[in-house]
């Protein structure tokens, strides 16, 4: 994935929104994600087409309201310009035909807004997740395509779960602590239920689970309530891949 392949081990991210303080609140958020660095911002289809060929990023955070065109436009110029960085949706347009062309486009996500900062974190390092099992990737026979079109590349079955490493500032502790709390549910468990049986932050719960999100260790389902936003549920289906550990601090 990406083009630049990043700089120093980092992804390179360039934030598109016509909303000059949107943007500004999003470049604040990739920016505060390890192994993230935006490299320039964009407020319309042609800036952004422009910014793409001048910065090369890797991943590009592309809203879909833009005032010259509508943001999915921009992506298959940016292909036949032969630019391969990645894009993420990060929009308000809740319309299915949105959704389904960002499909066809190939996104890499899709995130509704308003978004806090917990919603894009997990998906960025979800994303550079793939991003690094797909580039490590070797393809000897029609399994390995297999595991990465389906995206189970990021599952890693050969490497001992002990010598994988957390994300800078996740301790080992906390993540064998919600692991062994994800094994022993019965069902599944939304962030402020891990964060009441574990004694972590609701923050900190949601921010473990979605790292085991990201490493396919776990799967997430949404519950819709009477109101309000969906909640997150998590389900432990990492048939004993066990925590990582080393790397983060406490």
Known sequence: ?????????????LVVDDDFRVARVHRAYVERVDAFR???VAGSGEQALSAVGALRPDLVLLDLYLPDVFGLDVIPRLR???????VMVVSAAREADAVRGAVRHGVVDYLLKPFDFEDLRGRLERYA?????????????QADVDRVLAGAAMSVPTVPSGLRRLPKGMSAETAGLVERTLREAEGSLSASECARLTGVSRVSARRYLEYFHAVRAAEVSLRYGATGRPERRYRFVGAGRGAVSGGGRP
């Open 1 to 13: 994935m990406g083009e630049a392949g990043g700089i120093g081990g980092t992804i390179g991210v």
């Open 80 to 86: 036949t310009a032969g630019h391969d960085c990645d």
């Open 129 to 141: 997740a793939q991003r690094g099992m797909l580039r490590d990737t070797v393809v000897r026979g």
């Open 38 to 40: 935006v490299v320039g």
